[in-house]
């Protein structure tokens, strides 16, 4: 491994240069003549029949061009997750519709020659609306004596929308009642998630114009590029060939541009009016109308036998999928299909999980995608039933974790909204990350001696999580690679980097099958005319699927390149030849030819071709990355302020191929996990309206909130990734809910079933423990 | 009415309406690089300096500061002849998604020139209104570091 001459190598981000310099690489850092610029009206309520609307005033306010609402806009039903085709997700929602379901459901746009034109257009629309009884908690929602938010005949794929059900998941490995019955210490506890966002700095932005020759040209700020080709043909039922969708660089994503929200409206104004359009979400629409995380409600219950060993876990996750059902289905099967396997000592396993609709705001795919509600309740369970068994919870977890040649049923039972595939385990570092996590904290040193300074408290906490890398089986990226005179080559494939570093990734990888500088691979991604497809940035496929693909096509073009050497060699054949500083070499003969020059010789010379070819990727494995957490908080136990000191995550994702990057993918994600779990929330009035919807009240972390963070990483070589690796992007979300909460139980020997753990749950259980 | 600026060195005169905001009018004009719609100078994507001072243009009024120096991204380092402080956040790994980037530095770039040696509290309380959602702040403020190295050195030559 250590023979690598570009993977695991320090190779900056190659298009850091560029955006360090403010380049215009963003969706909205291009200006078109004669834009037309689109503003959304949406629902005061959050459940409500439109009885009418009268635009007539709006469509004569100076500059505007077009209003549009369900009166005069396609009525095809379709669903906004931009997922594999055919969708888990249930056919549940319209471009525009006469029900509202949520305060954000969108009413109308406007489109004007000006921003401030559409929104002082909007204000002339009248509406009238009848309100129906909405439904807000998700319990209460599926009892079946709720009022049923989505009635309407044409819902498909929807579990039991007249119980507001959007999806159901059972499943059952061996005899949870038995093992429960069988074990020596049971603990049954109920945790609590809530609404967060991704808040992506730059927002959903889309622009469209009809290029030349009058093809739909779709610049949007997307992790799913040719996802939103295929859905907004649908939508607006027109043609895939009709369309273009170029994705250029992303202000980041973390899920919530996994969706399609704005090109079906904007595609449509520009093609009613053949003039470009745009849409740009402020901070405030990004809040209550574009996606979430999904609230859980998760029961657990586990059994273990005297030595530790765990005997029975039943996890039920109720998940509050909001007005409509994008990702419901599939990121409640993550909170059992993700977290159950981790503990495959235990033979008795029985996931459900009930994904319910409520007239709240639409959740969707969030990094993480349901494991870390999973893991928020599961990760707390173990400490308390280890603490039942006075064992020491890291203890309980080494024996119980999955190790490398091992399996768990799960695997094959729970896929993402279907049955899944079987997986052994081919590299496992879990061990090794818990006894350097250990040792970087001080664990044996602080675990159950609580420090005390006055009303401060420090305790430590821990927990471990392993994730997948790409859905198995449905996952396709693809990839081509061309080669030109001066022994450059041009990557286009279609892998989505959203601001994560894939191209950077990907140029490491053909740099290293070819010999050449990681500089020398020029790379262009993610643009449906030009560029093969690839399912886009979710499901932390990345490295492993899109760059597997881009793998798979460098091994044919070294492969042509090393027959054109042969032929100039004169050798028989190719075992000996290596390609090294953009030469091939031969070891058996002394013989060398640069690139540059095979290029010249197969461009212009002599049997001519283009070298160059397509690979494709998609896989039976999806192997996890490990992780383990672990964090030294002080609890004031006058304010209840939680203050993390200190968060040490140890990770095993294969071999990093490019470790700056890598770092930044662990601290980015753990960091967002950290706010996820003290600060970040949803405030909702009474009638359902998000209350919060700015960045002074709804509060992501700054410099100054920082702990100090240390990342420690344990190199294993994944035989089934590129290279090794195995992905990176969303275990690290994981961890901060569960290590925080076992923290605290640690310190002060309170356990919050609610978060985020602000600091007036902490003084309430404060309150309650005395009592 | 009219306004003047000395944009990164260069005299511009733009027409604007009075209630406009200098995001706003800079975007209009061609400064793309300056970045940001949060309108509350929450996330400081909009940062750029007014006479030397980190501003969120966001919220300030474009008449307000006519006449004013106003320093985007673009007058600390180019593509092809980058900035010691952009120089340190591609080479730490501070630049992810990139769209907080150049305020970010911005605001690194003030500090800078105010106190060529800072502490890692100054440093943090200086990038304190530049969110970032990608990286976690970690290796920006390691880039800060090192650029100050960086800055030194290049005065040694």
């Known amino acids: 491994m250590s023979d690598f001459k570009v993977i695991g190598k320090k190779v900056d981000k190659n298009d850091g240069f560029a955006l360090a310099a403010g380049q215009p690489l963003f969706v909205d850092d291009i200006r078109l003549p004669d834009t037309l610029y689109i503003k959304s009206l949406y629902s005061p309520h959050a459940h409500a029949i439109i009885e009418d609307i009268d635009t007539s005033e709006t469509e004569k306010y100076p500059g505007v061009r077009m209003v549009l609402t369900y009166k005069n806009t396609p009525r095809i039903i379709h669903t906004t997750a931009g997922q594999g085709w055919p969708e888990p997700s249930p056919y549940d929602t319209y471009m525009f519709n006469k029900k509202m379901r949520f305060v954000g459901d969108r009413v109308a746009v406007v489109a004007a020659e000006t921003e401030e034109q559409a929104a002082e257009a909007l204000k002339l629309i009248k509406v009238k609306y009848t309100t129906l009884p909405p439904v807000f908690d998700p319990e209460e929602a599926i009892k079946g004596r709720a009022p049923i938010i989505h009635d309407e005949p044409e819902i498909t794929g929807a ?3 007249k119980r507001n059900l959007a999806a159901h998941i059972e499943i059952k490995v061996g005899d949870v009642e038995k093992g429960f019955a069988e074990s020596d210490a049971v603990v049954e506890e109920t945790f609590e998630t809530q609404y967060a966002q991704h808040t992506p700095i730059e927002p959903h932005v889309t622009i469209t114009y009809l290029d030349e020759y009058g093809r739909l040209v779709i610049r949007t700020s997307t992790q799913v590029p040719f996802h939103v080709r295929r859905i907004v043909a649908q939508s607006l039922g027109i043609p895939v060939q009709k369309i273009r969708v170029i994705k250029p660089r992303i202000g980041g994503g973390f899920g919530t541009k996994q969706e399609i929200i704005l090109e079906e409206i904007c595609s449509y104004v520009t093609l009613k009016t053949n003039r470009p359009a745009r849409i740009l979400y402020t901070r405030e629409e990004e809040f209550i109308s574009a996606r979430t995380r999904h609230p859980f409600k998760v029961k657990v219950k586990i059994g273990a036998k005297k030595d530790g060993m765990l005997n029975a876990i039943r996890l039920y996750a109720l998940s509050n999928t909001g007005a409509y059902g994008t990702h419901g289905l599939t990121v409640a099967s993550n909170a059992g299909s993700k977290t159950l396997p981790l503990y495959n000592k235990a033979e008795n396993v029985e996931f459900i999980a009930d994904i319910a609709y409520t007239n709240m705001p639409i959740a969707g795919a969030y990094r993480g995608y349901g494991a870390s509600q999973g893991y928020a309740a599961l990760e707390q369970a173990i400490d308390m039933i280890a603490e039942k068994l006075g064992m020491n919870p890291l203890e309980l977890r080494k024996k119980n974790h999955i190790q490398k040649g091992e399996t768990s049923p799960i695997f094959r039972a729970l896929g993402e909204g279907r049955e899944g595939v079987t997986q052994y385990i081919q590299s496992c570092a879990l061990d090794e990350l818990i006894d350097k996590g250990a040792k970087e904290i001080g664990w044996f040193e602080k675990y159950g001696k609580p420090k005390r300074n006055g009303h401060k408290v420090r305790g430590v906490g821990m927990s471990i999580h392993m994730q997948g890398s790409s859905i198995p089986l449905v996952d396709m990226g693809s990839a081509s690679l061309k080669m030109n005179e001066d022994g450059s080559f041009n990557l286009l494939y279609g892998g989505t980097d959203i601001g994560t570093g894939l191209d950077t990734v990907a140029a490491q990888i053909v740099a290293e099958t070819l010999g050449i500088k990681p500089e020398q691979v020029i790379v262009y991604a993610s643009d449906t005319d030009l560029t093969p497809f690839d399912v886009g940035a ?3 496929s990345g490295t492993f699927v899109s760059g597997g693909a881009v793998l798979k096509a460098a091994l044919k073009v070294r492969d042509q390149i090393l027959d054109v050497a042969k032929e100039a060699f004169g050798e028989p054949d190719t075992k000996d030849f290596i390609l090294e500083d953009g030469k091939v070499k031969s070891l058996r003969s002394g013989k060398s030819m640069s690139l540059s020059e095979i290029a010249y010789q197969t461009l212009y010379v002599k049997n001519q071709h283009q070298i160059g070819a397509i690979g494709s990727f998609v896989s039976p494995y999806s192997p996890p990355p490990f992780a383990a957490h672990f964090v030294e908080i002080e609890v004031d136990e006058e304010t209840g302020i939680i203050k993390p000191i200190k968060y040490v ?11 700056e990057l890598v770092k930044g993918q ?17 405030i909702f009035s009474k009638s359902g309206k998000m209350l919060n919807p700015n960045f002074m009240d709804y509060k992501i972390p700054s410099t100054r909130d920082l702990p100090e963070i240390v990342t420690i990483l344990a190199e294993t070589y994944e035989p089934t990734g590129p290279y090794g690796a195995k992905s990176v992007a969303e275990i690290n979300i994981n961890g901060p809910i569960p290590a ?5 139980h640690d310190a002060i020997g309170i356990r919050l079933h609610k978060t985020p753990y602000t600091p007036e749950r902490v003084l309430e259980a404060i309150q309650l423990k005395k009592k | 009415m009219k306004v003047k600026y000395i944009i990164n060195g260069k005299e511009e005169t733009y027409e604007i309406h009075p209630g406009e905001v200098l995001l706003d009018v800079l975007r209009r004009n061609g400064h793309s690089e300056v970045k940001g719609n949060c309108y509350l100078g929450t996330c400081g994507a909009c940062t750029v300096l007014i006479d030397g001072v980190p501003h969120t243009s966001c919220t300030i009024l474009a008449a307000k500061v006519n006449g004013s120096e106003i320093t985007t991204i673009k007058g600390v380092g180019s593509l092809n002849n980058s900035h010691p402080i952009q120089k340190a956040f591609v080479e730490k790994g501070a630049v992810q998604c990139g769209f907080c980037t150049p305020g970010t ?22 990038l304190d209104g530049n969110l970032c959602r990608c990286t976690g702040y970690v290796q920006q403020i390691e880039s800060v570091k090192l650029a100050v190295k960086l800055l030194k050195e290049g005065k040694n030559e």
């Not at chain 1, 995550?649 to 470790?659: K, S």
């Not at chain 1, 662990?666 to 949803?682: C, D, K, M, P």
């Not at chain 2, 690194?108 to 105010?114: D, G, I, Q, S, T």
């Open chain 1, 159 to 161: 579990y039991d929308p």
């Open chain 1, 538 to 540: 979710y499901a932390s």
């Open chain 1, 649 to 659: 995550a140890a990770v095993d994702c294969g071999i990093p191929i490019n470790p």
């Open chain 1, 666 to 682: 662990i601290i980015g994600a753990l960091v967002n996990g950290l706010s996820y779990t003290l600060t970040e929330e949803y």
């Open chain 1, 740 to 744: 925080i909460g076992n923290a605290l």
């Open chain 2, 105 to 126: 530095i911005l605001s690194a770039y003030a500090l800078l020139k105010k106190n060529p040696d800072p502490t890692d509290e100054d440093i943090r309380k200086s």
